[in-house]
């Protein structure tokens, strides 16, 4: 079975603009999360989606959102991206929502660096 | 309170000697408990995991983890280090107090040296 996949591996762009992230989850699996990981915070979660369902929000503002299509795979945006929005983005992919026993499996991440 | 406590930032050993990277957990429920690894450049990688089965969990490449509820500790454990192991270590807990999301610990750098 394929990975979790995440498109693009490496992106910069200036302050002000949006980026949107992609992310493939393992084939069956339906629930996708989101996290940010810098030097200075770690990792952090940012959004669940299950059945094209938000069911979980961390604590980041408005410019970060998120949605799942049908087929599960999902996109997360920033808007008006600030300097502290560089750093890397991991998807994790499960099969059933996260809070019980199913494992999440990790993809690569996508590095964003906002200059 | 913090959530998850990896007590040590950067652990050293030698090949082939013990490891030991120390996790202490907050809950007020019953959490699930992880160990994930990252290798640089890389995402991360599912270690081991406890889910209120048996309190010594075996995980992948010889690492185990020992669930201490009196001590709130999740302490993870190999016999003999590889040179491959050298890596970030994360210890991660969820549970309903979490709203059920995964909430990282800080992480532990493991060196091996030769």
């Known amino acids: 079975k394929a990975g979790v996949t995440q498109t693009p591996r490496y992106l910069i762009k200036t302050r002000g603009q949006q980026v949107t992230l992609s992310c493939s989850p393992i084939s069956g699996h339906r629930s996708v999360s989101w996290y940010q990981q810098t030097p200075g915070q770690g990792l952090q979660f940012l959004f669940e989606?299950?059945?094209?369902?938000?069911?979980n929000k961390g604590n980041f503002p408005g410019r970060f959102s998120g949605r799942q299509f049908s087929n599960s795979r999902s996109e997360m945006n920033v808007s008006t991206l600030e300097l502290g929005d560089s750093a890397l983005y991991l998807c994790?992919?499960?099969?059933?929502?996260?809070?019980?026993?199913?494992?999440?499996?990790f993809g690569p991440g996508t590095r964003l660096t906002v200059l | 309170a913090q959530s998850v406590t990896q007590l040590d930032s950067h652990v050293s050993v030698s090949e082939g000697t013990p490891v030991l990277l120390r996790c202490n957990y907050s809950?007020?429920?019953?959490?699930?408990l992880f160990w994930y690894v990252q290798h640089p450049n890389k995402g991360l990688q599912l270690l081991l995991k406890y889910t209120s089965a048996a309190t010594l969990v075996k995980g992948i490449n010889g690492f185990e983890a020992e669930f201490k509820k009196s001590e709130t500790s999740f302490h993870l454990t190999k016999p003999s280090a590889h040179m491959s192991d050298a890596a970030e270590y994360f210890c991660v807990v969820s549970d309903m107090e979490y709203g059920n999301k995964l909430v990282f610990g800080a992480g532990t750098i493991l060196r091996v040296k030769s």
């Open positions: 994790a992919s499960s099969l059933f929502p996260s809070g019980g026993t199913d494992t999440q499996y």
């Open positions: 809950s007020s429920y019953s959490p699930s």
């Open positions: 989606y299950f059945s094209e369902t938000q069911r």
